[in-house]
């Protein structure tokens, strides 16, 4: 079993850069498939980025790739979310999933266990 805990949100004008942390807890963490979705208000939570348990692979929806890196460090038992050049469309709740299945899955419901997630706010 894992369990996630986001922090790093937070008010930031666009432009402005954002680091999320996702620590997580659990034995199984360095084999979990790992990533992060966001739900704005009135939307369905949509994928973000995904990565490898090893790392070295990540997958980013096209709304984010270029601005956005995803990274984990397997000693931490953290994974994170570099968000740079933020836009007020990246205004959401931020949260991080996992799952013991294959890794790059984009839909929500393919993953187990959620963390409580983390408000981002980008005004213009």
């Known amino acids: 079993q894992v369990q996630l805990a986001e922090s790093g949100g937070g008010l930031v004008q666009a432009g402005s850069s954002l680091r999320l942390s996702c620590a997580a807890s659990g034995r199984t963490f360095s084999r979990a498939a790992m990533s992060w979705f966001r739900q704005a208000p009135g939307k369905e939570r949509e994928f973000v980025a995904a990565?490898?348990?090893?790392?070295?692979?990540?997958l980013y929806a096209d709304s984010v790739k270029s601005r956005f890196s995803i990274s984990r460090d397997n000693i931490k038992n953290t994974m994170y979310l570099q968000m740079n050049s933020l836009k007020p469309e990246d205004t959401a709740v931020y949260y991080c999933?996992?799952?013991?299945?294959?890794?790059?899955?984009?839909?929500?419901?393919?993953?187990?266990?959620w963390g409580q997630g983390t408000q981002v706010t980008v005004s213009s």
């Open positions: 990565i490898h348990w090893s790392g070295d692979r990540s």
């Open positions: 999933a996992a799952s013991g299945g294959i890794w790059g899955a984009t839909m929500s419901r393919q993953y187990d266990y």
